[in-house]
């Protein structure tokens, strides 16, 4: 079957340290593998994604590449900021999940000044 | 650009009551989804509809009913509102696995 797992929280760091949270997945085929990101009170935000094995995605200086000899997609960011204090998830979506997203249980990220 | 609209976005109820939360969407997408969120805990489904006609069941669905209207809508009734269906409660839609799924921005709910 298809699962997500990703590191458990929270992860705290201090602010410009270089951030790693990891993402590994078990799925059948070709799934497509995202992050999304939520602030405190907020809904869910597609942070980034990755379609195909070797894909990159990128957005605010996040990146995370489609590693399919590792079956990974770890989230890494160069330099944080207070302000990328939330709760990431990991999921991923594939044909034979009947199109619906496949969750990771969430990394709490704290950035302290 | 309006994406998920969910209402509404705050409810108190009393044990025993009824209510039907909206869910619309504007992007054309095919599939819908229902989840439900418990402080500090991700996400778990209770219905989506893969497209417009169908709906299924997904790990929660006890006390839930879901109703999609037409392509656009697609609505969850509490018919009998318990404390522990006190959640925050989201809205999502997708174009297909390649594009992932948008959020609207949640509905909390309070049973009281």
């Known amino acids: 079957g298809n699962s997500v797992t990703q590191m458990e929280g929270p992860v705290t760091l201090s602010e410009e340290a270089f951030l790693t949270i990891n993402c590994t997945y078990t799925?059948?085929?070709?799934?497509?593998l995202f992050w999304y990101v939520q602030y405190p009170g907020e809904g869910l935000q597609l942070l980034l994604k990755a379609t195909k094995a070797d894909d990159k995605g990128s957005n605010k200086g996040f990146e995370a590449t489609y590693r399919k000899e590792t079956t990974s997609f770890h989230l890494e960011k160069g330099s944080v900021q207070v302000s990328d204090s939330a709760v990431y998830f990991c999921?991923?979506?594939?044909?034979?999940?009947?199109?619906?997203?496949?969750w990771g249980a969430g990394t709490k990220l704290i950035i302290k000044p | 650009n309006a994406g998920v609209t969910q209402t509404p976005k705050f409810q108190v109820l009393k044990t025993g009551q009824s209510m039907t939360l909206q869910c619309a969407q504007d992007?054309?997408?095919?599939?819908m989804y229902w989840y439900r969120q418990d402080p500090g805990m991700g996400l778990r489904l209770i219905y989506y509809s893969a497209s417009e006609g169908t709906t299924d069941k997904g790990e929660v669905p006890n006390g839930y009913n879901v109703s999609r209207l037409n392509k656009r809508e697609f609505s969850l009734r509490l018919e009998s509102a318990a404390p522990s269906q006190t959640s925050v409660y989201f809205c999502?839609?997708?174009?297909?696995?390649?594009?992932?799924?948008?959020f609207g921005q949640g509905t909390r709910l309070t049973v009281v």
């Open positions: 999921a991923l979506m594939n044909m034979n999940s009947n199109y619906q997203l496949i």
């Open positions: 799925a059948t085929g070709y799934p497509s």
């Open positions: 992007m054309n997408h095919n599939s």
């Open positions: 999502a839609s997708s174009e297909g696995v390649r594009g992932g799924a948008f």
